[in-house]
């Protein structure tokens, strides 16, 4: 599961490194805070890693700031996510490649896995981090990518990282398992996840959810009345429970569902906040990927019904990273 590299879907090219050395890290920009976990535990004191976007930050609307572009265009490498979740930076960043090397890491997943943009036509689904497996694919590509970028200068560079990269894995496909486990507790009849956006289709696929955002996949496209009245009679048509906030996303399309739903006479609780766009704080276990996937698997699973521990897998969540 763990895969390789592809192209990005703007054709950018990986460029050439501008240095790379064992003495002195390689200076990485990572677009989102998933990919510079992934790159911080592959390449470890090895590479010094930038994250543009922090907790709490929509990635589908973000446009890069000044020292954005200074970081950018100093950097070794700069990894992104791709399939359009950077929405704003792709000019930008099909520009830069041409002068430093610019990786879409979540791209190397096969065309064949990925699931169709209703937003945009050609596009697809971007929020491949949501299902640990499919992520593995793009840690890959984090692999990949430093490597090349210590090009050889280093002899036992590969084996380093491949090493890293195998023990970052097996965390990953862990926490892949002990999703799956609680998920599936769920009564079938309960398996309805209402979020903020469609961010977790690829959760849908994998679980066996039904899968509804209230706006689309990008956050740039906004939910009128009639979507949110058409949400609010379904949840009391079906009874369903509880819904998500996001943590990247404004509550109030969520809260709007909860008093609708109310004004009919159904009581519908607010599930918890996910992570979907962006991890949690810096410092905090839910500041890592696999804090990130614990706490939306336990909080997802405890809310609609299901069974898992109250602290996660771990007995991490809400504790210190």
């Known amino acids: 599961?763990?895969?390789?590299?592809?192209?990005?879907?703007?054709?950018?090219?990986?460029?050439?490194?501008?240095?790379?050395?064992?003495?002195a890290p390689l200076n990485v920009v990572a677009t989102t805070a998933m990919i510079a976990d992934a790159a911080r535990a592959i390449g470890g004191e090895l590479v010094d890693v930038t994250t543009l976007?922090?907790?709490?930050v929509d990635p589908h609307a973000?446009?890069?700031?000044?020292?954005?572009?200074?970081?950018?265009?100093?950097?070794?490498?700069?990894?992104?996510n791709?399939?359009?979740?950077e929405a704003q930076l792709e000019d930008f960043l099909a520009s830069l490649s041409e002068r430093v090397p610019v990786v879409a890491v979540a791209e190397a997943l096969p065309v064949d896995q990925r699931i169709g943009h209703d937003d945009y036509a050609d596009r697809f689904d971007p929020h491949l981090w949501i299902v640990p497996e499919l992520w593995a694919t793009a840690v890959g590509a984090v692999r990949e990518a430093l490597t090349r970028g210590f090009d050889g200068s280093f002899p036992t560079m590969a084996e380093v990282l491949?090493?890293?990269?195998?023990?970052?894995?097996?965390e990953i496909e862990a926490m892949g398992a002990y999703a799956a486990q609680v998920l599936a507790t769920v009564p079938e009849e309960a398996r309805v996840l209402i979020t903020a956006h469609d961010a977790f289709n690829y959760f849908g696929r994998a679980y066996g959810y039904?899968?509804?955002?209230?706006?689309?996949?990008?956050?740039e496209s906004e939910a009128g009345l009639k979507r949110i009245d058409d949400l609010v009679a379904m949840l009391v048509e079906r009874g369903v429970g509880a819904v998500f906030a996001e943590s990247s996303v404004s509550e109030r399309n969520v809260q709007a569902l909860i008093e609708g739903a109310a004004a009919q006479g159904h009581e519908v609780?607010?599930?918890?906040?996910?992570?979907s766009d962006a991890m949690g704080e810096p410092g905090s276990y839910e500041g890592t990927y696999i804090g990130m996937i614990d706490h939306n698997a336990t909080t997802i699973a405890r809310a609609l019904g299901g069974e898992a521990p109250a602290r996660g897998m771990h007995g991490r969540l809400g504790g210190e990273g």
């Open 1 to 23: 599961m763990l895969g390789g590299l592809t192209a990005g879907a703007a054709g950018l090219a990986l460029g050439l490194p501008r240095r790379a050395s064992a003495a």
């Open 162 to 170: 491949g090493e890293a990269h195998f023990a970052y894995g097996q």
């Open 53 to 56: 976007m922090g907790p709490g």
């Open 269 to 275: 609780r607010l599930g918890g906040a996910l992570f």
């Open 62 to 80: 973000y446009r890069q700031t000044r020292s954005d572009v200074a970081a950018m265009a100093s950097a070794d490498l700069v990894l992104w």
């Open 82 to 85: 791709g399939l359009y979740l």
């Open 210 to 219: 039904e899968v509804v955002g209230i706006q689309g996949i990008s956050t």
